[in-house]
Protein backbone atom coordinates (compact mmCIF):
# COMPACT_ATOMS: atom_id res chain seq x y z
CA UNK A 1 0.00 0.00 0.00
CA UNK A 2 1.30 3.96 -0.76
CA UNK A 3 1.13 6.05 1.32
CA UNK A 4 2.07 10.07 1.58
CA UNK A 5 3.91 11.56 4.55
CA UNK A 6 4.10 15.26 6.43
CA UNK A 7 7.59 15.08 8.16
CA UNK A 8 6.68 14.63 11.41
CA UNK A 9 6.02 10.72 11.29
CA UNK A 10 9.12 10.54 9.31
CA UNK A 11 11.05 12.52 11.52
CA UNK A 12 9.69 11.26 14.62
CA UNK A 13 10.65 7.74 14.21
CA UNK A 14 13.72 8.16 12.26
CA UNK A 15 14.99 10.02 15.85
CA UNK A 16 13.91 7.24 17.96
CA UNK A 17 15.29 4.60 15.66
CA UNK A 18 12.06 3.13 14.56
CA UNK A 19 11.96 4.45 10.71
CA UNK A 20 11.14 0.80 9.64
CA UNK A 21 7.86 0.77 11.23
CA UNK A 22 7.00 2.65 8.28
CA UNK A 23 8.62 0.31 5.63
CA UNK A 24 6.61 -2.66 7.12
CA UNK A 25 3.11 -0.99 7.19
CA UNK A 26 3.85 0.56 3.45
CA UNK A 27 5.48 -0.49 0.59
CA UNK A 28 6.10 3.20 -0.52
CA UNK A 29 6.22 6.09 1.13
CA UNK A 30 5.55 9.66 -1.27
CA UNK A 31 6.63 12.84 0.23
CA UNK A 32 6.27 16.25 -1.62
CA UNK A 33 9.19 19.07 -2.07
CA UNK A 34 9.02 20.40 1.12
CA UNK A 35 8.52 17.27 3.15
CA UNK A 36 11.85 16.52 1.19
CA UNK A 37 13.72 19.89 2.35
CA UNK A 38 12.41 19.43 5.90
CA UNK A 39 13.92 15.96 6.00
CA UNK A 40 17.37 17.08 4.76
CA UNK A 41 17.40 19.45 7.78
CA UNK A 42 17.46 16.91 10.34
CA UNK A 43 19.02 17.95 13.47
CA UNK A 44 19.73 13.95 14.30
CA UNK A 45 23.01 12.76 12.55
CA UNK A 46 21.52 8.97 13.31
CA UNK A 47 18.15 9.86 12.29
CA UNK A 48 19.16 11.86 9.31
CA UNK A 49 21.52 8.68 7.60
CA UNK A 50 18.54 6.69 8.14
CA UNK A 51 16.12 9.00 6.14
CA UNK A 52 18.70 9.10 3.23
CA UNK A 53 19.26 5.31 3.58
CA UNK A 54 15.38 4.91 2.97
CA UNK A 55 15.85 7.42 0.18
CA UNK A 56 18.41 5.66 -1.37
CA UNK A 57 16.15 2.24 -0.93
CA UNK A 58 13.72 3.97 -2.46
CA UNK A 59 10.76 2.93 -0.61
CA UNK A 60 10.46 7.02 0.42
CA UNK A 61 10.57 8.83 -3.15
CA UNK A 62 9.75 12.08 -3.57
CA UNK A 63 7.18 13.60 -5.75
CA UNK A 64 6.16 17.15 -7.34
CA UNK A 65 2.47 18.53 -7.05
CA UNK A 66 0.62 18.85 -10.19
CA UNK A 67 -2.24 20.85 -8.55
CA UNK A 68 -1.37 24.42 -7.55
CA UNK A 69 -4.61 26.04 -6.64
CA UNK A 70 -5.51 23.97 -3.85
CA UNK A 71 -2.33 24.34 -2.55
CA UNK A 72 -2.78 28.22 -2.31
CA UNK A 73 -5.75 27.25 -0.24
CA UNK A 74 -4.18 24.99 1.86
CA UNK A 75 -1.33 27.37 2.73
CA UNK A 76 -3.71 29.47 4.32
CA UNK A 77 -4.31 27.70 6.76
CA UNK A 78 -1.72 25.20 7.28
CA UNK A 79 2.30 25.02 6.88
CA UNK A 80 3.68 24.32 3.57
CA UNK A 81 4.71 20.33 4.20
CA UNK A 82 1.80 19.62 5.29
CA UNK A 83 -0.16 21.64 2.50
CA UNK A 84 2.02 19.72 -0.13
CA UNK A 85 1.15 16.56 1.43
CA UNK A 86 -2.73 16.56 1.49
CA UNK A 87 -2.27 18.03 -2.23
CA UNK A 88 0.52 15.36 -3.31
CA UNK A 89 -1.93 12.62 -1.93
CA UNK A 90 -4.99 13.93 -3.72
CA UNK A 91 -2.95 13.95 -7.21
CA UNK A 92 -1.83 10.57 -6.56
CA UNK A 93 -4.84 9.36 -5.23
CA UNK A 94 -3.38 7.20 -2.34
CA UNK A 95 -5.64 6.10 0.58
CA UNK A 96 -3.19 6.62 3.43
CA UNK A 97 -1.61 10.79 4.54
CA UNK A 98 0.61 10.41 7.41
CA UNK A 99 0.28 13.97 9.13
CA UNK A 100 0.13 14.23 12.91
CA UNK A 101 -1.32 17.81 12.87
CA UNK A 102 -5.06 18.38 13.99
CA UNK A 103 -5.78 21.15 11.26
CA UNK A 104 -4.05 18.86 8.73
Same mark, same amino acid.
Given at each position: ???????????????????????????????????? !?? /?? %? #?? +??????? @??? *???? =?????????????? !?? /?? %? #?? +??????? @??? *???? =????????????
Amino acid at each position: MRAVSDTSPISALASIGRLSLLKSQFSEIWIPTAVS !DE /LR %L #HP +DPAALLS @IEA *ADRE =KWIQSASLSNSHLL !DI /LS %L #HL +DRGEAEA @IVL *ATDM =KVDVVLIDEREG
